[in-house]
């Protein structure tokens, strides 16, 4: 059975083939990062009409070895997300499905991204498992303890982590999105240098905090008059050991309440290499398992969402009504 999978609900335009034999088949992903980088953050407006004018080609190209013919349903992210962008998405899908005369399935992103791992490592990750989400929206720890089954064990209380390594990488003058170029620049500085706050670390709770530390870099920037590119870099370093710190100790306590022996890193800062090094270190002094999938897996993609959709299949009959949601908490899926 083959999957066409649609992923339009922020700046990212993909489409995607899922074969349940083989896996991915296809796969497309525009990013419109240049046509926001401009702004310091995506523009909802700007999004949908990229999304508008970029779908049909994207899903052309998609399926450039294969006929729609082939295609056995359709899913699309429904929620959560830019409301404009995801209704793109959403009026595609149905556009094919009424063409196609196939099954449609609406799916949540943030559960696509759970499920992501599985695609490439299915058997090395069994349930229950747990799963650090961390992009420039999302902070979240999350037990997965089968399909529609999530207990939020933590998540952010501000900022997301990759919006906090956003907001310093441009006060260090750095182009958006910031979480890659803060990262090169802090190997060449020294991270003892600057004492950030790690907000949070040692409370009881799983949830996490990220603004006063971005506030605490711009402070300490403020105090030096022409900063030289040795304290930008220092500055970049200290700030990502210190938000590196607070996600690392806040897994180590997720295993003291779950039952998983395994995690695995998702979203955009997963590809963070100091992130990736100290969650190595925690998975050997715990003995469990860490799984990093491969980055094109880790940020938006639409192999996800097909792959999401064809676990859901014969789940449940959908109609053609709009079941775009801006707010779709994982808490609210349905079992
Ligand atoms: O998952 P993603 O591609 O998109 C969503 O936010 O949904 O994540 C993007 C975020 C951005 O905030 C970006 O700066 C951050 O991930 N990011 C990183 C790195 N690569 C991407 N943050 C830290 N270190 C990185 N190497
Ligand atoms: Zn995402």
């Known amino acids: 059975m083959i999957t066409l999978g ?23 992903v525009f990013s419109q990062i240049d046509i926001h980088k401009d702004y310091g953050g995506v523009v909802p407006e700007l999004a949908s009409r990229d999304h508008c004018a ?21 899913s699309y992210t429904a929620g959560p997300g830019l409301i404009g962008a995801l209704l793109i998405g959403e009026n595609f899908a149905q556009g094919l499905a009424l063409g196609l005369n196939k099954p449609i399935i609406p799916v949540n992103h943030l559960e696509a991204h759970l499920h992501a791992p599985r695609m490439s490592q299915g058997s090395k990750i069994g349930f229950p498992f747990l799963t650090l989400l961390v992009s420039g929206g999302h902070t979240m720890i999350i037990e997965v303890k089968s399909l529609g ?34 990262e090169k620049l802090a190997e060449e500085g020294d991270s003892s240098i600057f004492q950030f706050p790690r907000p949070m670390m040692n409370t009881d709770s ?45 897994i180590e306590k997720a295993f003291d309440v779950s ?14 290499t100091l992130l990736r090094d100290k969650m190595t270190d925690l998975s050997n002094r715990l003995h469990v398992t860490a799984h990093y999938p491969p980055i094109k897996h880790c940020t938006d993609n639409a192999a996800m969402i097909a792959y999401l959709g064809s676990l859901y299949s014969h789940h449940k009959h959908y109609h053609l009504e709009s079941y775009v949601r801006p707010r779709w908490p994982l808490n609210e899926i349905s079992k």
């Open 6 to 28: 649609i992923e339009t609900s922020c700046d990212e335009t993909a489409v995607a083939l899922y074969d349940n034999e083989k896996g991915i088949i296809a796969e497309e």
């Open 54 to 74: 970029k779908i049909m080609t994207v899903t052309e190209s998609t399926l450039k070895d294969f006929s729609l013919d082939q295609v056995d349903q359709i």
């Open 149 to 182: 089954d999530y207990e939020l064990l933590g998540e952010t209380r501000d900022d997301a982590a990759g919006e906090a390594f956003d907001k310093v990488a441009s006060l260090l003058g750095l182009n958006y999105p910031g979480g890659p170029a803060l």
């Open 206 to 250: 799983l949830d996490m905090s990220f603004s006063g530390l971005k506030t605490s870099v711009l402070y300490e920037l403020k105090k030096i008059t022409d900063p030289s590119p040795s304290d930008l870099a220092n500055m970049a370093a200290s700030f990502q050991e210190a938000a590196t710190d607070v996600l690392i100790r806040k």
């Open 259 to 272: 039952k998983s022996n395994c995690i695995v890193l998702a979203g955009g800062v997963a590809a963070n």
